[in-house]
């Protein structure tokens, strides 16, 4: 099976999706992530990066990370994937204004740093926001783990 997390730069929440999926070892589960507009992003986004490790890293799956970050999406991963799962409606839209988004896919609703005018400044409430986020990719991939013990 291949899971194909979305967001936008590919750095933040489809990082920590990706890396906690991959973290739970189950067999013959491919895990990818992608953005999309990662490469547009990706300079700006080269500060994040480290933050995003140091978070994986308090959580002990550092170690299950890929070792970059912008993966632009691509059609060929999208139509190959058994579960795309898109972190928002705002990536679902952009992803349907630039790919055929296949049937299979899922929204969540994980918000993003900056979406929709917030600016977070103090670095202790973007801490705040990364951890919250987490915790919020962590329950939504464990729900969706627990869904596929269900289809046995």
Known sequence: MVIYFI????VFRSMIAETYLRSLNIPNVTVLSGGTVASRYRESNARVYP???????????????????????????LDTSDRVICLNSIIYDELRASFKVPDNTEVWNVADVDETGRVIEAEEDREAFRDGSYELIIKNVDALVASWAQLK
């Open 7 to 10: 967001c936008r730069g590919n």
């Open 51 to 77: 933050e995003i490790r140091a978070l994986l890293k308090n959580h002990g799956i550092e170690k299950y990370m890929k070792n970059h970050y912008g993966d632009d999406v691509e059609q060929r991963l």
